[in-house]
């Protein structure tokens, strides 16, 4: 089963998509987190993506298309995979459309997480909080003016898969206002076909 997860900067697909992972035994391909793991290894991907991901605007197409691609050629994705930040635009769902299907596979569900802007900037300052409580560093695209940016990139140009998997059958949208256990009973029953 292939899994698309998408939603507004906050939403929860990383933490539903590990979940995910768990229950359903599948591999999760976050472009956030290979982006980040470029930056911190310091490759030319990450020295390249680092100044567009900090203002909050995408990564060009043709760069993360190409490491979905390679992505999706391992081992562990022959039975499927879970999508999470991945496609992000129009562009991205038709390419990701087409390496499915020079697979011999598809999209099953396209999962999306609605949750609303004022909630969302309360999660993002709350996600910086709690990384400065533990000593952590907060991720650097995590301030308010990133934030209002990164809604508005999302809105511009992430929104618009909503109409592209509704046309396919396949858009399945979720509260995400919910608990994380409440929103992963959710994706479970639309997933099982019980809702
Ligand atoms: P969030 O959903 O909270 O914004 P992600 O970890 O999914 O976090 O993405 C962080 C950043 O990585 C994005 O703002 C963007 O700059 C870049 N990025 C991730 N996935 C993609 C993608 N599919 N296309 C373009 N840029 C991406």
Redesign the pocket.
Known sequence: MNLVLFG????G??TQAKLLTEARRLPQL????M??AAIAAGTELGRN?RA??DR??????DI?IGIIAERLHEADCAGGAIL??????IA?AEALDRLLLSRGTKIDFAIELKVNDEALIERSGNRVREMLATGQTPRA?DTPETLRN?LE?YYRNTAPLIAYYRNQGKLKTVDGMALIPEVAKSIAALLDGSA
Request: no cysteine; hydrophobic share 30%.
């Open positions: 507004p900067p906050g939403a697909k990383g976050s472009t956030g987190d982006l980040r993506a567009i991901m909050g605007d995408l990564v060009s197409d993360v999470d930040g991945f496609p992000r635009t991205q695209d990164r990139v």
